[in-house]
């Protein structure tokens, strides 16, 4: 490593608290410094090229080094980089975007509250909900009621309705209003149980759950299309549409959370309606909305939801709830250019066909000893590794699988995302049967040669 390179990586190492760090090993190892990217492709310090398999984190859908998203970046920058939008103030882009969200949005969900991430998204969706109830008067309807393995965001209350229990080692969640019930993980149902009861039992499970918080004290219902962090889960047909169901009999509002699923991973621009027949009360989303290339999120919400906040509480008062960077000029430029470059080259079409190709592709990788299953759907998949497949018993947690499996692609030029005993796939949306194909021969010879380490070393 040069002189520079190596003055990169001492700064990061010495200043940079990254999210999710390993201490025990980022004290000695540092970071891989990343410096360039083209397509689905990036680029280290040392030159060495990578096929970026998570897509930076779910989010690089139209892929990177797109240089008309940096002219409108840029032009916008130029033109008003910012101003406040308190006070009743706005610029063309963030009324643009939220008209075009609205759009696209399903049925009447036609309002469009901006923050700077998915984290920033479901805290806002909680702050309105409690507004909204409490300018009805049902000031009691405060708790949420959440997904173990669901992945939520990292702010303290998006942390606390995050059900990964990994993530909150250390650290302290509100368990007095978030609540959680069981994760609809088909692959772990009862041996001999039915998709169809099994579906059943999840469904019951959250009814039971707002019967004894009390249906007055129970405000919202947080819920993922697909589970994302929590190990890509699909849940049961069916699912979405009658856990809304029972949400509607309890005047409880459901939030669907598209901060992975919207804006073409599922082959949609949201997957709520068209994929799981759902028509949520809230929607959040971030991520690839930009396709990463500004911080931009969006709470979009219901005409009823609407029509209900935006009733003054009291002579004067206002609706005080709002960031710095709410409807920020750039990033909603950003968002505005990512879309009409998505719909120009129907890029959900495209997800629609190189998806289901991806997915048949992972498919066949479940004919190796460890792998258990893969799940998932077009853009979003996952690889769940275990020691046994017959009784789905997971290798010792000592042997680091998912991390292991994940190293072998790195040196092989493939960056996928290790979850424990899991490895999770969520590429830019762009990639090719061809890019497709190296994918899958890469992770092949990876997870044989992980095989071979997990024998040698006595877990298997």
């Given at each position: 490593m040069n002189k520079n390179k190596k003055n990169i990586w001492q700064k990061d190492k010495d200043h940079f608290i990254h999210p999710w760090t390993d201490f025990s090993t980022f004290k000695d190892d540092g970071s891989m410094v990343l410096t360039d990217a083209s397509g689905i492709t990036l680029t280290d310090n040392e030159g060495k090229q990578y096929i970026d398999g998570i897509g930076g984190l779910w989010c690089v859908n139209i892929g990177y080094g797109r240089a008309e998203m940096a002219d409108a970046i840029a032009t916008q920058a130029k033109r008003i980089p910012y101003f406040s939008t308190f006070g009743h103030h706005t610029t063309p882009p963030a009324a643009a975007l939220a008209a075009k969200l609205a759009e696209l949005a399903p049925g009447n969900l036609n309002h469009v509250f901006y923050g700077c991430g998915g984290s920033v998204a479901n805290d806002s969706a909680v702050r309105i909900a409690h507004f909204y109830f409490n300018q009805l008067g049902k000031t009691t309807k405060k708790k949420i009621i959440s997904r173990i393995d669901g992945y939520h965001g990292s702010t303290y209350m998006a942390m606390s309705i995050t059900g990964v229990e990994f993530d909150h080692i250390g650290f302290d969640i509100d368990k007095q209003m978030v609540h959680h019930i069981s994760c609809p993980n088909p692959y772990r149902r009862a041996k001999g149980m039915s998709l169809e009861d099994f579906c059943d039992t999840k469904v019951q499970e959250l009814e039971d759950k707002i019967l004894e918080l009390g249906q007055d004290n129970v405000a919202l219902f947080f819920a993922e299309?697909?589970?994302?962090?929590?190990?890509?889960?699909?849940?049961?047909?069916?699912?979405?549409?009658?856990?809304?169901?029972?949400?509607?009999?309890y005047e409880v509002l459901y939030v669907s959370d598209?901060?992975?699923?919207?804006?073409?991973?599922?082959?949609?621009?949201?997957?709520?309606?068209?994929?799981?027949?759902?028509?949520?009360?809230?929607?959040?989303?971030?991520?690839?909305?930009?396709?990463?290339?500004?911080?931009?999120?969006a709470t979009i919400l219901s005409d009823e939801i609407y029509d209900v906040i935006s009733i003054p509480q009291a002579k004067g008062a206002l609706f005080t709830h709002g960031f710095t960077y709410s409807g920020h000029p750039v990033c909603c430029a950003a968002g505005l250019k990512n879309i009409e470059i998505m719909e120009r080259e129907n890029l959900c079409e495209h997800v629609n066909d190189v998806g289901v190709y991806f997915e048949k592709q992972l498919k066949t990788l479940e004919n190796l000893e460890i792998v258990g299953e893969v799940r998932g759907s077009k853009f979003m998949m996952c690889i769940e590794n275990v020691a046994?497949?017959?009784?789905?018993?997971?290798?010792?947690?000592?042997?680091?699988?998912?991390?292991?499996?994940?190293?072998?692609?790195?040196?092989?030029?493939?960056?996928?995302?290790p979850l424990a005993h899991m490895n999770v796939l969520s590429p830019p949306l762009i990639m090719t049967r061809e890019e497709v194909d190296k994918l899958v021969a890469i992770l092949r010879e990876s997870i044989v040669e992980t095989i071979s380490d997990l024998s040698r070393d006595g877990y298997l």
């Open positions: 299309p697909i589970m994302g962090a929590g190990g890509v889960i699909v849940p049961p047909p069916g699912y979405h549409r009658r856990t809304q169901e029972v949400c509607n009999k598209e901060v992975v699923t919207a804006f073409g991973r599922l082959g949609h621009m949201f997957a709520s309606k068209d994929e799981f027949d759902l028509q949520p009360d809230i929607i959040t989303c971030a991520k690839g909305l930009t396709s990463g290339y500004l911080p931009l999120s046994d497949k017959k009784t789905k018993s997971l290798i010792h947690e000592d042997a680091a699988v998912g991390s292991r499996i994940a190293d072998h692609c790195q040196k092989r030029g493939l960056i996928v995302r």
